[in-house]
Every structure is written in structure tokens, then in C-alpha cells.
């Protein structure tokens, strides 16, 4: 089978999968389950071979295809895999099995539509990193929106109501405004080349006045910092992530929030380099406040599931970070990063999940000595603590490290040039290593030792569905944090892309005079 | 000019018009000899009436502009596509709303012989090449609509409701009217391609033209229902009853979308600087007036009413960019808004039962646990109204801005866009409402076979044109190219 | 000044009053009757154009049918217009100033030159034996015969609407029904029961 057909298998087989749990009969939520389940192996599977079909060695999209849609508009139906999106897409496909297992227990109300609900997120978060055309980029992104808002608002907690319209009225307006930008970009790039198309290429060749630039990276960036999410633009992250239900705050936290810097790295810089050059400075300090006050945050909550909420700010930071520091060890370490975290935060979201299944409340307080009582979930909680943390071996070190290298060979970089100031962010951005340390270690420690107790005790440790799911998670973990050649490998065209891409001026080179088609001729 | 000479060449362009108003007067009659329990016969001869002539006026054109009655009427690509969408409409409109009418003893030949003469005067406005034929379509139109909202006699709100929309549509028409005499004063002529020919020409007076330019715009912002002119809008959509106001939320738009390209855009495109503006002041309050008042509202029918007024909004800006692009996709925008509205009202039509209504917010509580396939189709309503994608609702907006866009008005695009956020909060609140509450009792839906299946392939129309709208946007494109 | 220009100026100050009054007078039947005298000289007016048919029509027509209908269905149906009127006044300065306002800008528009009288020059008098009336009994079924058709189908969705609006059943009103009364026969009314000598009632007639 062609890889295209096969990325496209990948991408619709959960649309397959909708419609398959829509004909279940009412009452057989095993089958839902089970069909659920396999559907989402079978998509892992295949997006492996895909992974392992994808040839480093090739710059630009692979396993694409491409089709007319909108032929007023220029709009294509065009996908594929490149450098940006393989790693993601393969995360994605991971995660998917391990939500509707991790569920499983968890979700007894309307069980059809949450599973259906899930299939509709899978397929929108696919098909947001495989769309290689801005239109169908901004369809997949914003009909992510819908399936998110109803699962936190139909199986969320106490507050849900309030925690999911909050999600959606942010996002949608970040949203918004970046389609106002959209408009404004194809719109400029056939007035100065008479060409109408949303396609990624094509806009990349757009040349844009630098204040132009300036008010299109601001609209597309407030619309990727609020899904990042960057402080300031972060106070929905943690209502959402405390309603949402176990599957909810997986997803959101292992593949959502990469929407947004992979927004960043796909469109928002490479789009408009000139004007990120020159917000390099506030974005690098936006990133780093981000690290600081997210960890600083996650040390002083009593509530497990906004710890690791807010330590998933700031992790981001790095990734941020990472992206602007236009170093490509920097940048590589960025998207390791990224998958890292959609890793880590995924599995201890899981466990959060698990223990509250047992206990019902999520008060800090309320838990100590889980070592002991609890031994099996102990160790797993303790590896992914450890490599939240970044230990090395783990995937944290390696994205951390990259991003803490990348920023500071930035800092050397500018400090040639005779501006500290990169190098004092950097500095700075070590700090957040240290925090993240003392945050996740007064968790485990609270969590895991001292007094033995657990309300509504005794309670059972894993069952194999549970581990069977946090040892996939831990393996992944161990294999991005000892072998991350071959995805860093996968990655690394790409990472050289954006920053050619970034570095490189793309102002217009004349005023617009009468070398470039008027834009009557054009049309 | 001296003999009176009708050939059968000179009407076959308004065969369509002839037919339904033939077959109007046969259902008006058929009526006397039906006795009440044969109502549904009747029923189905006006169906099979706007079927038919539907068939007609898609057949009956090529692609060229046949202008017959001595340049009263004209037949084109456009008018083609409105009158059957208008038709359709109708007709979608009359299925949906057979329940409702046959409880309250509403289902007459009455209602259906006016419905049937309401949708004569659309194909009249929407073929109108003069403006007297437009102002009596718009008429006809009107007076079938006024007396439909009247017809439920032991309404007092419907009475209420119809005396407001009667006295205010005739000040519209009023200020219609009185526009028009000062063009005809400017031009010399009421005939729409001479007033265009004449208006740039030396014997024209370009600011008495300009004068009446502004009571036509402000008589069609009333029949639009645009801010500051929307005052009947709630209270007729809340008042009528609910078939009455899904047959006045749905066809006529289309009806009013011909009427305004037919003045603003066909025989005042010379003074297009002056309506731009205008327009795009009826725009911003529209939008801004229709999103921020409807969060307030419980009433779902009154909720509508005031997105139907932030939509004529975004329709207008889409006018307003004075380009063939901005008017195909205004045109796509009035269709789409128009299938939106059926399935909307169609659900409220749904929901009714002996004693209710279900035309407030709260009656939609919980009703994912009553029909998951129903909740499904107003949830794609709601998000397809709120310009959420995937639904068309989504593609619809998106052209309209970028048309203004084009147009050179970004500072309107941004305000349309932050305005559409704010709006999509009433709809989400519809959503939660359906899908995150519990109801408050656990009856079944009801309603016949028929309208269940029409209004599920209603849904799953705005959807598929959400993800497959080319086909629908071009016929849109080169219906406008064609006319104009 | 022509005779015609000062016929023109007085007919159309009586016209503007008249409208005036027609909207502030109190009475119902007041206001009617000044309907009537701006009927009246709006026909001046026409006259003044050379168009007699119409002004003739406009007496004809709306003074001496409309009119009189409506001063019968004032007269007959008794509303209390007073109560209609009542947030005149509290909306008064408000509705008064807006219409200040347009009235300015419609003067300023109006000044310009465009609107005197070399704007608009009286087209003149018709060559002799121009009829007016026959001109438009010709254009009125040729040239305008799809309005004209579209007039008379408007008139037949008011017939329509009129009856539909007035002819009903009241369900708090009782009706006779002759043909029913007529037809009612012995048979139909009357029952005849043994009377049983234990019960000793007698049978309910119906």
C-alpha cells in the first residue's frame, strides 16, 4: 500500500470509527469499548509503519496527497508527513489507545457518545498536523473545539459548565483572529503575486511589509499562545484541566496544548520571519516567565490535578524557548520536547485518573504513603516524576537539555553581536529546571511517602489494564530518552527548514512597484 | 409600443410564475370542495405546486438574460437559482411546519393558498427588472406574510405581533416608495438597466438621486430587518406562530438578497460609493446589536430573531463589497443562512406538542437523553449559525469577510470576526443546554416519518456543504457573473 | 409668478397642513376629514401636471369610496384613540428631535440647486388632442400589463386574507343553524321510554 493511502487510512479511520460506534445498539458498551479500542491499535500500528517508512533523508512532504477543493479560493485538499508533524502524528496515534483504555473504568455515562466524541478529537487533532494547506489547517483546528467543549461539559466535574465555556470562548477567540489574519495573508500574497492559494508553500513565498508582519504574528500568536498556552494568556488551562474528565485532560495536555507550538513552528514564525526576529526578545521572555511562574505555581497547589496543569506550563516554556531561540539543536530539542511532555503529562494525567477512580478527591492532603500501600503505582509514579523532572535517560533530559543548549548557544550567539540579554534569559531558564525539581519532588514526596493513608481506603493497586497502559508510557518515555536518534533523525530537515525559513528576510525587496503584477493583471 | 402583441416567446420566461399563480387559484378553489378531513390533499397539491413550478424555473433558462413584459421582468442565471432555492424553501417550510398547523386547526386552504401567493411575490422580486414590478412583488410578499402572522386569531401576541409588522412594513414601504419617485425624478425611468445606463450619463441628477438613494436604503434595511431598522423582527418572530415565522425567517431572505442586488447593485451601481457606506453603518450596528441582545434572551424563538438580524449583518457586508465576488457570496451566505434557519425552526416544529411549544431555551434541556440524532442535528445548527467549522456556517462568514476584505474594509473584517466570538457564546449555551443538563421528563420525539427524514437531511446538508462547498459556490459565482 | 405657480404653492401648503393635522388632529373623524381636503388638493396638484384622469380618480376612488368607508368603520367600531396615543408625549422630545434632525439634513440637501425649480422643469403643456386618459387605458394593458396582472393578484390575496381574518367561529359565540333547525324532525328530538311502574321517574327526553 502507498504511504499516502496509508496516511490517509490513519487519518479517517477514526471517522470510520464514529460512525461504527454510532450503529452499535443502545446497551452493548462493551462493544463500544472493544471496537474503540482496536480501532485505535490499528491506528497506531499504521502510523508506525509509517513512522518507519519516513525517510529522513528527504526534505519536505512525504506520504502526500493532494486534491483541488476549492478551486475559487485556491483552497487544496492537500496532507502529508514531514519533519514537523511525524513525531506528533505518532504521539497522537499513541495516545489514542491509551485514552479509550484508560476510560474504560472512568466513563460509564453515555458511553457511545464519549467514545464517538473521542474518534472526532483524534480525527481533528490528525488532521490539524498532517494539513498542509492554511484552510484545512483552520477547519481541523477549530472543529477540535467542539468535541473538547462537550467532553468537558458533559462527563467534567463540579464546575464543568463554567470550566468548558471558558475553554471555548478563549480558544474561539484566539481562533478568530487569526482567521482575520488568514484573510489578510492570502489576500496580500495575491495582491503582490497573483497567486490565490492557502497552501503552506505557497504562503511561505509571501512577502509581507515588516509592519504587516508584525500585526499578522500578533493575531496567529495570540491565537497559539492561548492554546500553548504562555502567560498570560493561560487561565483556562487549569479550569479545563481540573473539569475535564481523565480522557479529557490526556488529551488536552498530551496533544492539545502541541497545537499551539506547533502552530508556532509551522506557520506562526516561518510565516513572518522578519517580524519574530524581532519579537524574539519578548517571546523568549514571555517563554521563560512562563517556565517560572507555571513552576512556581505548581509548587504551592493542593490540588494533584493543577500541579501537573500548571507544570505543563511550564514545560512549554521550554518549548517556546527552544523555537525562538533559532539554534538548531534548539529547535530539535523543542520538538522533542514537545513529544515528551505529551508523554509524561498524558501518563501522570492517567494515574491522576486512577488514583481519583479509588478515591474520589484530588486534595493533596488527603494521600500519603502511597508507597507502601500502593507499590506498583508507586514506581510508575515515581518515572514519570523523574522524568518530568528531566533526569537523564528519560525524554525529558533530552528535550530540556536541547532547549537549555539551543538558548544558550542563542545567548552566545547575540552576545557576540554585543546584546547580554538572550544570555540572561537563558540563565534565567535554568532556573525553571530547578523549580520543576522542587515541585514534583514535594509532590511524590507528600504523594508517595510518609504517613500511610488514603480516604475511602484500603484501596487495590493497578490492575494489568492500568499497567499495561503506564508501562507503554514508560517505555516510550525510556526509548525517547536513550534512543533519540532516530526520531531526532526524523526531525532534523525540518528543524534546519524553520530556521533557514526564520533567518532569512522575506520583506518585499522593491515597494511594490512594476516589477511584481498589478493585481488586476494578475487575475 | 402601439399594439398590444403577447406571443407565447414573450411569457415562456415566466412560465413558472404563471404556473403557481394558476395553481394557486386552483388550490384556493380545490379548498371549497374539501372537507375537513381531507385537508392533507390540499396540502399536498400546494407542495406539489411549489415542487413543480421549482422544476419549472430550474429548466427553464440557459445562461443568458431574457428580459420579457416590455422590461418588467427578467430571466437569468440568478434569478433562476433564487427562485428555485426559494421555492424549495417554501416548500421545506410548509412540511415542517404541517404538524403544528393541522393542532391548531391552522392547516386551511387559507394558510396554504397564502403561502403559495407569499412565494408568487418572491419570484416576482427575484425576477423584477423595473422597479414597480419589484415593489409589487415585495407587496404581494408582504401583504400573504402580514396576514399569515394575523391568521392565528386567538393569538393576542400574534395579533400584536402582525399589527407592529404590518404598520412598520408599510413605513418601509413608504420610504420605498418615496425613494424610488426621487430616482425616477433623477433618471427619468424605473426601468432597472436604464436607471444604471442613466445614472452616470449628464441627465441625471446625481444628488437627487443620492437623495432617494437613502430612503431606499432605509426601506430595505426594514424589509432586512438591519439595525436601526430591526425593531419588528423579535417581536413578529416571537409573536407568529412558529410556521408563520419559520415561512418569514426562511424564503423571503432570499427574496430580499434579489431584491437588494436588483436596486443596490444592478440599477445603483453607479452610486455604489454612497450605499457602501451606508451599508457597512447597517452592518456594524446589525452585528453588534443582533449577537450582544440575543445572550439575554430565553426565548429561542426571539433568540433567532436576533441572530437572523446579526446575520442580515454579515450578509450586508458582503453587498457592500460592490464586487462580483462579495455579491456570489452574499448569495451563498443567504442560502446557507436559509437552510441554517429551516433546520433551526424545523427542530422547535419538532419538539411542539399539544400544549407546547417548545420555543423557549429550556425546552431544549436534556435533549440528548430524549434523541441523540436530533440533539446532533441542532447541535450542527447551532454550530453552523455560530460559524463554527465544519458546518457551512463556518465557509459562509469566511466568504462574506473576505469579500470586504477585499473591498479594503479590514477594520470591519475584525469587528465582524470578535462579534461572531461574542455570538457563539448563545449558541453554546443552546449546546450545553442540550448535551450537559439533565431533561426534565423523558418523553419521546415525535413527528411524522416525513418531516424527520427532511429535516435529517437538512442537517446533514449544512454539514456535507461545509466540507464539499465548491459546487454550491460556483453555481453562485457564475449565477452573479452571468446576471450582472 | 404664473397662476400656475401660485395655484402650485397653495395647493401644496393646504396639502402640507392638512397631512399635518390629518396625524395630530384628536378626533378620529377630524383626522378623516382632513385626509379628505389633502386628497383634495393633492388632485390640484395632479391637475396641475396635465394628469386629470388621475385627479379624478384620486376624488373618485379615495374620497368618495375609501374615505367614506373608513369614516363608517371609525364611526362603527368606537376605539379609544386616546389610549392609543398615550406615550405621545413621553416619547415626544425624543421622536421631535430625530425628526429635527432629519429635517436639517433633508433641507441641506434639498438647498442645493439641483431641486429648484430649473432641477425639474415642468415638461409642458401635451400637443393638442393628447389624452391623457386614453394613453394610459393603452400603456396600462401593453406595456405595463405584468404589474397591472400583479395589482390584481395583490387585490386577490387581500380578498383572501380579509375573509380568512374575518370569517370564523368565535368559540364563546353560540350560532343558529337554520338549515339544521329545519331539518330536525320527531325522530331526531323525541324518545319515548316506558314508564316502569317500579321506578316510577320518568325518561329523560333529549
Known amino acids: 500500500m502507498a504511504d499516502s493511502t496509508l496516511l490517509s487510512l490513519v487519518l479517517y479511520l477514526p471517522v470510520a470509527g464514529m460512525f461504527a460506534v454510532a450503529a452499535v445498539p443502545a446497551g452493548r458498551e462493551g462493544a463500544v469499548r472493544a471496537l474503540t479500542l482496536g480501532a485505535m491499535l490499528l491506528q497506531f500500528a499504521l502510523s508506525l509503519v509509517l513512522y518507519a517508512h519516513f525517510d529522513p533523508a528527504v526534505p519536505g512532504l512525504q506520504a502526500a496527497t493532494h ?37 474504560f473504568s472512568a466513563i460509564t455515562k453515555d458511553v457511545k457518545l464519549f467514545y464517538a466524541m473521542v474518534f472526532l478529537i483524534q480525527f481533528a487533532m490528525l488532521g490539524t498536523f498532517v494539513a498542509q494547506d492554511l484552510f484545512l489547517f483552520y477547519l481541523f483546528w477549530e472543529t477540535m473545539l467542539i468535541p473538547m467543549f462537550l467532553m468537558i461539559g458533559i462527563w467534567g466535574g463540579e464546575r464543568r459548565i463554567y470550566a468548558t465555556i471558558k475553554f471555548f470562548l478563549y480558544t474561539a477567540f484566539g481562533s478568530i483572529l487569526m482567521l482575520a489574519a488568514v484573510i489578510y495573508l492570502v489576500y496580500s500574497l495575491w495582491a503582490t503575486t497573483g497567486i490565490t492559494s492557502f497552501a503552506f508553500a505557497d504562503l511561505y513565498k509571501a512577502r509581507l511589509p515588516l509592519e504587516a508582519q508584525q500585526w499578522l504574528l500578533a493575531a496567529f500568536a495570540l491565537s497559539f499562545a492561548i492554546k500553548v498556552p504562555m502567560v498570560p494568556f493561560h487561565t483556562w488551562l487549569p479550569d479545563a484541566h481540573v473539569e475535564a474528565p481523565t480522557a479529557g485532560s490526556v488529551i488536552l495536555a498530551g496533544v492539545l496544548l502541541k497545537m499551539g507550538t506547533y502552530g508556532f513552528l509551522k506557520l506562526g514564525f516561518p510565516l513572518f520571519p522578519d517580524a519574530t526576529r524581532l519579537a524574539v ?72 485518573g486512577m488514583i481519583y477512580e479509588r478515591c474520589h478527591t484530588r486534595e493533596l492532603a488527603a494521600y500519603g504513603g502511597l508507597a507502601k500501600l500502593l507499590p506498583v503505582y508507586s514506581v510508575f509514579f515515581l518515572i514519570l516524576t523523574l522524568a518530568s523532572v528531566g ?92 534512543f533519540p536518534d532516530s526520531a531526532m533523525k526524523r526531525t532534523e530537515l525540518a528543524a534546519r527548514e524553520y530556521q533557514e525559513l526564520v533567518s532569512a528576510p522575506r520583506q518585499p525587496v522593491t515597494k511594490l512597484t512594476g516589477t511584481l503584477p498589478a493585481p488586476e493583471a494578475a487575475r | 409600443m402601439n399594439t398590444a402583441t403577447f406571443s407565447l416567446a414573450m411569457l415562456a420566461p415566466a412560465f413558472p410564475e404563471i404556473a403557481l399563480l394558476a395553481l394557486a387559484c386552483v388550490l384556493l378553489l380545490a379548498d371549497l370542495f374539501v372537507s375537513g378531513r381531507d385537508r392533507h390533499a390540499v396540502f399536498w397539491l400546494a407542495i406539489a405546486s411549489l ?434 | 409668478m404664473s397662476i400656475q405657480l401660485l395655484a402650485f404653492y397653495c395647493c401644496a401648503a393646504i396639502l402640507l397642513l392638512a397631512a399635518l393635522r390629518v396625524i395630530t388632529a384628536g378626533n378620529p373623524v377630524h383626522a378623516a376629514l382632513w385626509l379628505v381636503l389633502a386628497f383634495f388638493t393633492a388632485a390640484g396638484l395632479w391637475l396641475l401636471l396635465y394628469a386629470e384622469f388621475l385627479a379624478v380618480v384620486l376624488v373618485l376612488v379615495y374620497v368618495g369610496a375609501v374615505m367614506v368607508l373608513f369614516l363608517f368603520v371609525v364611526m362603527m367600531l368606537d376605539v379609544n384613540f386616546d389610549k392609543l396615543r398615550e406615550g405621545f408625549w413621553r416619547h415626544a422630545p425624543l421622536a421631535g428631535g430625530i425628526g429635527l434632525l432629519m429635517a436639517l439634513e433633508m433641507a441641506l440637501v434639498l438647498a442645493s440647486r439641483e431641486f429648484g425649480a430649473e432641477g425639474a422643469p415642468s415638461p409642458g403643456a401635451p400637443p393638442a388632442g393628447y389624452s391623457n386618459t386614453k394613453e394610459l387605458g393603452r400603456i396600462v394593458y401593453t406595456d405595463y400589463v405584468f404589474p397591472f396582472e400583479l395589482a390584481a393578484v395583490v387585490l386577490l390575496v387581500a380578498i383572501v386574507a380579509a375573509i380568512a381574518l374575518t370569517l370564523r367561529r368565535r368559540k364563546e359565540t353560540r350560532y343558529q343553524d337554520p338549515a339544521g333547525q329545519l331539518a330536525a324532525t320527531k325522530a331526531g328530538r323525541l324518545r319515548i321510554v316506558k314508564d316502569a311502574p317500579a321506578g316510577g321517574a320518568a325518561g329523560e327526553g333529549e
Request: hydrophobic share 60%; proline share 3%.
Open chain 1, 67 to 103: 486534491a483541488p477543493w476549492i478551486p475559487a479560493w485556491g483552497v487544496t485538499y492537500s496532507i502529508g508527513l514531514d519533519g514537523y508533524n511525524i513525531l506528533l502524528v505518532l504521539l497522537t496515534t499513541f495516545l489514542g489507545p491509551l485514552v479509550t483504555a484508560g476510560a
Open chain 2, 51 to 484: 415542487l413543480a413550478c421549482a422544476t419549472l424555473a430550474g429548466a427553464i433558462t440557459g445562461n443568458a438574460s431574457a428580459v420579457t413584459f416590455h422590461g418588467m421582468f427578467v430571466a437569468d442565471p440568478m434569478s433562476q437559482v433564487l427562485k428555485v432555492a426559494a421555492l424549495l424553501a417554501a416548500a421545506v417550510t410548509l412540511v415542517y411546519g404541517r404538524t403544528w398547523l393541522e393542532r391548531h386547526g391552522m392547516l386551511s386552504g387559507e394558510f396554504l393558498s397564502l403561502s403559495l401567493f407569499a412565494s408568487l411575490g418572491m419570484m416576482v422580486m427575484i425576477s423584477a427588472h423595473h422597479f414597480l414590478t419589484l415593489y409589487l412583488g415585495l407587496e404581494l410578499l408582504a401583504l400573504c406574510l402580514y396576514a399569515m402572522v394575523a391568521l392565528e386569531r386567538d393569538s393576542v401576541r400574534a395579533t400584536e405581533a402582525a399589527m407592529k409588522y404590518f404598520v412598520l412594513g408599510a413605513l418601509a414601504s413608504g420610504m420605498l416608495l418615496y425613494g424610488m419617485s426621487m430616482l425616477y425624478g433623477a433618471t427619468g425611468s424605473l426601468d432597472i438597466a436604464r436607471v444604471a445606463a442613466s445614472l452616470g450619463g449628464a441627465g441625471s441628477s446625481a444628488s437627487l438621486a443620492a437623495f432617494g438613494l437613502v430612503f431606499v436604503v432605509a426601506g430595505i434595511a426594514f424589509k432586512l430587518g438591519a439595525v436601526p431598522f430591526h425593531m419588528w423582527i423579535p417581536d413578529v418572530y416571537q409573536g407568529a406562530a412558529t410556521p408563520t415565522t419559520l415561512f418569514i425567517g426562511a424564503a423571503p431572505k432570499i427574496a430580499a438578497f434579489a431584491f437588494v442586488m436588483r436596486l443596490l447593485a444592478q440599477a445603483l451601481g453607479g452610486l455604489g460609493a454612497d450605499w457602501q457606506q451606508m451599508l457597512a453603518i447597517l452592518a456594524v450596528a446589525s452585528i453588534g446589536l443582533g449577537n450582544v441582545v440575543a445572550i439575554a434572551q430565553t426565548n429561542l424563538k426571539r433568540m433567532l430573531a436576533y441572530s437572523a438580524i446579526s446575520h442580515m449583518g454579515f450578509l450586508l457586508l458582503g453587498i457592500l463589497a460592490g464586487t462580483d465576488n462579495g455579491y456570489a457570496s452574499a448569495m451563498f451566505y443567504v442560502l446557507t443562512y436559509v437552510l441554517m434557519t429551516l433546520a433551526a425552526f424545523g427542530m422547535i416544529l419538532l419538539l411542539a406538542r399539544a400544549g407546547f411549544e417548545a420555543e423557549e431555551l429550556e425546552d431544549f434541556r436534556g435533549l440528548n437523553r430524549r434523541s441523540r440524532w436530533f440533539a446532533f442535528v441542532m447541535l450542527v445548527v447551532a454550530f453552523s449559525l455560530a460559524g463554527i467549522p465544519p458546518a457551512v456556517g463556518f465557509l459562509a462568514k469566511l466568504a462574506v469577510l473576505q469579500a470586504a476584505f477585499e473591498a479594503g474594509y479590514g477594520w470591519l473584517v475584525v469587528y465582524a470576526v470578535v462579534m461572531s466570538v461574542v455570538g457563539a457564546f448563545y449558541y453554546l449555551r443552546l449546546v450545553k443546554l442540550m448535551y450537559m443538563d439533565e431533561p426534565a421528563g423523558e418523553l419521546a420525539i415525535g413527528g411524522r416519518a416525513d418531516m424527520r427524514l427532511l429535516l435529517s437531511v437538512n442537517a446533514v446538508a449544512v454539514l456535507a456543504l461545509g466540507i464539499v462547498p465548491g459546487p454550491l459556490m460556483d453555481l453562485c459565482a457564475r449565477a452573479v457573473t452571468a446576471s450582472l
Open chain 1, 391 to 482: 533526569l537523564p535517560t528519560t525524554s525529558g533530559f533530552t528535550g530540556e537539555f536541547l532547549v537549555l543548549m539551543g538558548a544558550f548557544a542563542a545567548g552566545w550567539r547575540d552576545s557576540a553581536g554585543g546584546s547580554s540579554y538572550a544570555l540572561w534569559v537563558a540563565a534565567a531558564a535554568v532556573s525553571g529546571v530547578v523549580l520543576g525539581a522542587l515541585y514534583m519532588l514535594r509532590f511524590a514526596q507528600r504523594f508517595l511517602f510518609g504517613a500511610e493513608r488514603v480516604p475511602h481506603g484500603p484501596v487495590g493497586d493497578l490492575n494489568l489494564r492500568e499497567g499495561a497502559i503506564l508501562a507503554a508510557i514508560v517505555a516510550a518515555v525510556f526509548w525517547l530518552g536513550l
Open chain 1, 281 to 352: 526578545p519578548l517571546l523568549s521572555t514571555l517563554a521563560v516567565v512562563s517556565i517560572v511562574y507555571g513552576a512556581c505555581l505548581a509548587l504551592v497547589q493542593e490540588d494533584i490535578k493543577k500541579i501537573i496543569a500548571y507544570s505543563s506550563i511550564s514545560h512549554l516554556g521550554y518549548v517556546m524557548l527552544g523555537l525562538v531561540s533559532l539554534d538548531l539543536l534548539g529547535i530539535q530539542g523543542a520538538i522533542v520536547q514537545m513529544v515528551s511532555h505529551g508523554l509524561v503529562a498524558a501518563g501522570l494525567f492517567l494515574m491522576v
